[in-house]
C-alpha cells in the first residue's frame, strides 16, 4: 500500500514564506512526476506545480516566480517553497504522485489528504 503524507501547512502574513512537503511511503517501486495541487473554497482543484522524475518543472501562471517545486529521489519526497504568498493563494493543498508499485507494477496516481494554507492580508 502507497501513502502521501503532506506537511508544513499554516497561517502566514501576506508577503511571508512556507514550505510544504510530500512523503511518499509504501511498495513503491518508482515514482513518475510528483505535483502540488490546490483547492480553494468554491473552486475547482488546480495545478500548481508539478515536476518529472528527470527534474523538469512547470507551474501556474499565478506562482512563476514566487514557487519552486523540487524532490528528492532518495527519499520519495517532494517540497513546494512558497514565498510572496498572497491571500489569493490561501487553499488546501495537495500533493500528487505517479508511483509504480511492487506489487503490480502498474502507474497509478495517489493523492494526499491535503494541507491547509492560509494567507492574511
Known amino acids: 500500500q502507497v501513502k502521501l503524507v503532506e506537511s508544513g501547512g499554516g497561517l502566514v502574513q501576506a508577503g511571508g514564506s512556507l514550505r510544504l512537503s510530500c512523503a511518499a511511503s509504501?511498495?513503491?517501486?518508482?515514482?513518475?512526476?510528483m505535483g502540488w495541487y490546490r483547492q480553494a473554497p468554491g473552486k475547482q482543484r488546480e495545478l500548481v506545480a508539478a515536476i518529472t522524475s528527470g527534474g523538469s518543472t512547470n507551474y501556474a501562471d499565478s506562482v512563476k516566480g514566487r514557487f519552486t517545486i523540487s524532490r528528492d529521489n532518495a527519499k520519495n519526497t517532494v517540497y513546494l517553497q512558497m514565498n510572496s504568498l498572497k491571500p489569493e493563494d490561501t487553499a488546501v493543498y495537495y500533493c500528487?504522485?505517479?508511483?509504480?508499485?511492487?506489487?503490480?507494477?502498474?502507474?497509478?496516481?495517489?493523492w494526499g489528504k491535503g494541507t491547509l494554507v492560509t494567507v492574511s492580508s
Open positions: 509504501g511498495s513503491i517501486f518508482s515514482i513518475n512526476a
Open positions: 500528487n504522485a505517479n508511483i509504480r508499485d511492487l506489487g503490480t507494477y502498474s502507474a497509478i496516481n495517489y
